[in-house]
């Protein structure tokens, strides 16, 4: 296939519409040319080897894939180079241990709170009425939203989300009011700082370099977009995982020193963004086959988390998979652009099954449940989780 362009080797492969499986198909095109034609003249990467060489040349595949909004500031994820660089560089300076850490007893306040709205109802849909909301919420906590305003701050999640889908304008109607509103809470914590990650961002500095109010914006747009959904799919995942077969939650209940297994091996099975884009910033050759600038790369990372070379048995879910041994996965990047919010997901998912055990420790999936996956493109989660469970024990 040397020098042979991918787009006209094969039939396009559909990534960009949601299926209950998508890995069937990616296995196959792999077996076929790790570099497959993509729809709307996209190319899609498969195997672990070269879905990693992606992540480790952002010079080669850049993460900006599109010029920014004028008078916006791009958010750390697409932006590349040195301005990324600074940008990180500050970001990581109050994104500590020490800044997710405090975030843990909030995180067992807010799902507390959550179960208490449907425990006395015996049912719920464990998608809409939790999964759905419990990261906003977290984010609005981290960022020192008052608690009075976050039913506000989660609409305006929302809007922020589904305008961000493909085909859509990228930025809600609300978002000049979420603008405005973050800006109020920036100047805020300049006069008067407070114990939150907005306050850690403001005073960040490195000399005399520190974050100007429309990168603060910028960041705190991305923490939106990039820590709500995603983490939400990770939980409707983890649950479908224990839920469908029953003697995993049973044996989860007996030994929860297996939650970070858990945790680990749904991030390898069933990764919240199952691809990830990348544009071509030049010509490439890739894997024999050449790649011309400005292509947009699907880099399919649930492909490569499946890779035979690296797990036994990959397309099993198996609750046994030790979690030291797991963390290869590339669900959270690789290289300079590794996910910077990856120990906030994992202290979410790891509070949420600790709630759930200890309140709703007979949850069980109603008769009517069917796993659909919840999009859009590269998102991976459930759609829809309707739940039953002894409300006397959930009280």
């Given at each position: 296939?040397s020098g ?10 559909d990534?960009f519409?949601?299926t209950?499986?998508?890995?069937s198909?990616l296995?196959?095109a792999h077996?076929?040319c790790p570099v497959?034609?993509?729809?709307a003249?996209?190319v ?8 990693s060489?992606?992540?480790r040349d952002?010079?080669g595949?850049?993460n900006q894939?599109k010029?920014?909004a004028?008078?916006i500031?791009p958010s750390?994820?697409?932006i590349?180079?040195a301005d990324h ?5 500050l970001?990581v300076?109050a994104?500590t ?7 843990e ?7 507390n709170?959550?179960?208490?709205t ?5 049912c719920?849909?464990?998608?809409a ?6 990261p906003?919420?977290?984010i609005a906590?981290?960022?020192g ?5 976050r039913?506000?701050?989660v609409?305006?999640?929302?809007d ?7 085909g859509k ?12 509103y973050?800006?109020?809470?920036i100047?805020?914590?300049r006069?008067?700082?407070g114990?939150d990650?907005?306050t850690?961002l403001?005073?960040?500095h490195?000399g005399?370099d520190?974050?100007?109010?429309g990168?603060?914006l910028a ?6 977009l ?16 224990l839920l469908?077969d029953r003697?995993r939650w049973?044996q989860l209940?007996?030994?929860r ?5 858990v945790?680990e091996?749904?991030?390898?099975c069933?990764?919240?963004l199952?691809w990830v884009p990348r544009?071509?910033?030049?010509d ?8 011309p600038?400005g292509t947009?790369?699907c880099?399919?990372?649930g492909n ?16 046994d998979r ?11 990047g690789f290289g ?16 949420v ?5 200890d309140?709703?420790?007979?949850i069980?999936?109603a ?12 998102m991976r989660?459930v759609?829809a989780?309707?739940v ?6 959930a009280a």
């Amino acid at each position: 296939m040397s020098g042979t362009p991918a787009r006209e080797e094969s039939a396009a492969l559909d990534v960009f519409t949601p299926t209950v499986d998508p890995y069937s198909a990616l296995a196959a095109a792999h077996a076929r040319c790790p570099v497959n034609n993509g729809l709307a003249g996209s190319v899609v990467i498969t195997g672990y080897e070269n879905v990693s060489r992606v992540f480790r040349d952002p010079e080669g595949f850049r993460n900006q894939l599109k010029p920014p909004a004028p008078g916006i500031e791009p958010s750390l994820v697409h932006i590349d180079g040195a301005d990324h660089n600074r940008l990180r560089k500050l970001v990581v300076k109050a994104f500590t241990p020490k800044a997710v850490k405090r975030l843990e007893q909030p995180t067992h306040d807010i799902a507390n709170e959550l179960i208490d709205t449907f425990a006395a109802r015996g049912c719920a849909d464990m998608c809409a009425e939790f999964a759905f909301i419990l990261p906003a919420m977290v984010i609005a906590e981290l960022i020192g939203i008052p608690p009075g305003d976050r039913s506000t701050f989660v609409h305006w999640a929302d809007d922020a989300i589904s305008q961000a889908a493909p085909g859509k304008s990228g930025y809600a109607a609300s978002d000049p009011e979420l603008r405005a509103y973050v800006n109020q809470i920036i100047e805020e914590r300049r006069v008067t700082p407070g114990e939150d990650l907005l306050t850690d961002l403001i005073e960040a500095h490195d000399g005399n370099d520190r974050l100007s109010t429309g990168e603060l914006l910028a960041l705190v747009r991305q923490l939106i977009l990039a820590g709500t959904d995603t983490t939400a799919n990770l939980i409707g995942s983890m649950l479908h995982f224990l839920l469908s077969d029953r003697s995993r939650w049973e044996q989860l209940k007996q030994d929860r020193s297996l939650i970070p297994n858990v945790i680990e091996e749904t991030l390898r099975c069933e990764p919240p963004l199952y691809w990830v884009p990348r544009m071509t910033y030049a010509d490439t050759e890739f894997a024999g086959t050449r790649i011309p600038a400005g292509t947009m790369v699907c880099n399919a990372v649930g492909n490569a988390n499946r890779d035979p070379s690296m797990w036994e048995d990959p397309d099993t879910w198996d609750i046994d998979r030790p979690a030291a041994r797991n963390r290869t996965h590339l669900t959270f990047g690789f290289g300079e652009h590794f996910c910077v919010g990856s120990s906030l997901a994992r202290l979410e998912a790891t509070v949420v099954l600790e709630v759930l055990l200890d309140r709703l420790p007979d949850i069980r999936l109603a008769d009517t449940y069917e796993f659909r996956p919840h999009g859009p493109m590269m998102m991976r989660g459930v759609a829809a989780m309707p739940v039953i469970f002894d409300a006397g024990l959930a009280a």
